[in-house]
């Protein structure tokens, strides 16, 4: 079976630039998370949705921050404009469960900031 | 406020060996926790979950204990491999029940 699948793996750009990064949950789950992990802070959630509606967005930690799930396949995390303390690994992990349990994640997107 | 803490950033064992991960948590009423591991360049990946209406559960090689008095959770991983060698974190949910809390993380190194 596919897991969570992110995409790109990998992300360098300069600051000020937008950058977009892709989660496609496993098939059939209801609930996909997105967090941050950097070496000070561990794994932070950012948001949460269930049924592709945003649940809790309290970890999002600016408006330059934006994530949408147009459907249940598809979800995408925006950073605009960035900036180097964005830079981080980003996680997308999903969930099939009435309580969110257990969660799956992705191989996650390595995201430097110039 | 809520926290998920572990004993010891790092664990060395040897190959063979059995290894025990500890973790402390804060919020008394949460009622679900789980260990993943993560190996470098991966995500976290899932191992092995327990509800707080049960003290001990029991996976392949892996055996995770609940002590709900003192708040304290551990994982034990029999015959320890150099495939074992990861980093290990607990989570809990947290108090809306909806979301994961995950702890800092130990480092398990397994030495042949």
């Known amino acids: 079976d596919a897991g969570v699948i992110q995409s790109p793996r990998h992300e360098v750009t300069e600051m000020g630039q937008e950058v977009t990064l892709r989660c496609k949950p496993i098939?059939?789950?209801?609930?996909l998370f997105w967090y941050r992990q950097t070496m000070m802070r561990g794994l932070e959630l950012l948001i949460y949705?269930?049924?592709?509606?945003?649940?809790?967005d309290s970890g999002m930690p600016e408006d330059r921050f934006s994530a949408k799930m147009p459907n249940a396949s598809f979800s995408t995390l925006k950073i605009q404009p960035s900036e180097p303390r964005d830079s981080a690994v980003y996680f997308c992990?999903?969930?099939?469960?009435?309580?969110?349990?257990?969660?799956?994640f992705g191989d996650g997107t390595r995201l430097s900031i110039l | 406020g809520e926290s998920v803490g572990l004993h010891l950033p790092t664990l060395s064992v040897q190959e063979g060996d059995n290894s025990i991960i500890n973790c402390a948590y804060s919020?008394?009423?949460?009622?679900?926790f789980i260990w993943y591991k993560q190996e470098s360049g991966k995500g976290p990946q899932f191992i092995i979950d327990?509800?707080?209406?049960?003290d001990k559960r029991q996976g392949q090689r892996v055996t995770v204990l609940l002590n709900k008095t003192v708040k304290h959770l551990s994982l034990q991983i029999a015959a320890t491999q150099p495939g074992d060698s990861a980093v290990y974190f607990c989570?809990?949910?947290?108090?809306?029940?909806?979301?994961?809390?995950f702890g800092k993380g130990t480092t398990l190194s397994v030495s042949s």
């Open positions: 327990i509800r707080s209406n049960m």
């Open positions: 949705f269930n049924n592709n509606v945003p649940i809790d």
């Open positions: 098939s059939g789950h209801n609930s």
């Open positions: 919020n008394s009423a949460s009622d679900y």
């Open positions: 992990a999903s969930s099939f469960a009435k309580d969110n349990r257990p969660q799956h």
């Open positions: 989570a809990e949910d947290d108090q809306a029940g909806t979301a994961l809390i």
